[in-house]
């Protein structure tokens, strides 16, 4: 469970999400913990933002392994490839 | 001489740290609206991102793209979502005391059309990793800009900043 609290960014029950707010009209700086919809909202984030990140990564992962076996197949180094594209 | 930059309000983050900032009740007598944040997560990672959202509008209308540099390579991205990324600050292991700087610029925040967004930042350690950005962003919606939620992943971490700007045309 801490895994993936840390994973959704998820505050644990000794931390209280809180939000800093600023009445621009009246100048009241007011400190509050995140309503029931901020948390809902915020975990959303979270995961969209997990999930987005982890398929960035299995993307960059596809094509360094898609990359490696070019190089493997043409039998040559990464700086030997970048020498014939330069 | 006419005072077209005023400073509206102003936050410091304190100990407790906090996930949001929030500038509720914008004055609607000005043109543009500015913000300039410095800016550090609590969470345990180099970097983290930080987002905006603006009139409290929590649904997909925001379409942003952004060029970024890390200290090694280039790349951009871009995409719609539930609020525009602005930031990328420093976390928990970056270099102690680093903070990100950050310039957000809402024009005609209260006009009846769409609102668009630009932000230069700097999110420096003093090591190789540090990041170089400019983000480009439309919320699609026509509300007035009478609110703007600063959100990062975790908390801001103390001392972090922000202060809000009118700027007038004339």
Do not use: W
């Amino acid at each position: 469970m801490a895994i993936l609290d840390k994973l959704l960014r998820r505050n644990t029950m000794s931390e209280v999400a809180t939000a800093i707010e600023v009445n621009c009209a009246t100048g009241e700086v007011t400190e509050r913990p995140l309503t029931t919809e901020e948390l809902a909202q915020r975990e959303a984030d979270a995961q969209a933002y997990a999930s987005k990140k982890h398929e960035e990564e299995v993307a960059a992962q596809a094509a360094a392994e898609a990359k490696a076996a070019l190089l493997t197949k043409l039998g040559i180094t990464e700086d030997e490839a970048k020498l014939l594209l330069a | 001489m006419a005072t077209t930059f005023t400073k509206i309000a102003s936050v410091s983050v304190g100990s407790g740290g906090s996930a949001n900032i929030d500038f509720t009740s914008i004055p609607q007598t000005y043109t543009d609206l500015c913000v300039k944040v410095s800016s550090r997560d609590t969470y345990s990672a180099a970097f983290l991102d930080v987002f905006m959202q603006l009139a409290g509008v929590t649904s997909s209308v925001y379409t942003y793209r952004r060029v970024i540099g890390n200290g090694t390579t280039a790349s951009s991205s871009s995409g719609t979502d539930v609020n525009i990324p602005i930031a990328v600050h420093p976390g928990a292991t970056a270099t102690a005391g680093s903070f990100a700087n950050y310039e957000i610029y809402i024009p005609n925040y209260t006009s009846a059309f769409n609102k668009s967004v630009s932000v230069d930042t700097v999110g420096d350690q003093n090591a190789t990793l540090s990041y170089n950005a400019l983000y480009t962003g439309i919320m699609s919606n026509t509300s007035a800009v009478t609110s703007i939620k600063i959100l990062c992943q975790t908390s801001f971490a103390q001392y972090s900043t922000a202060t809000l700007y009118g700027i007038k045309n004339s």
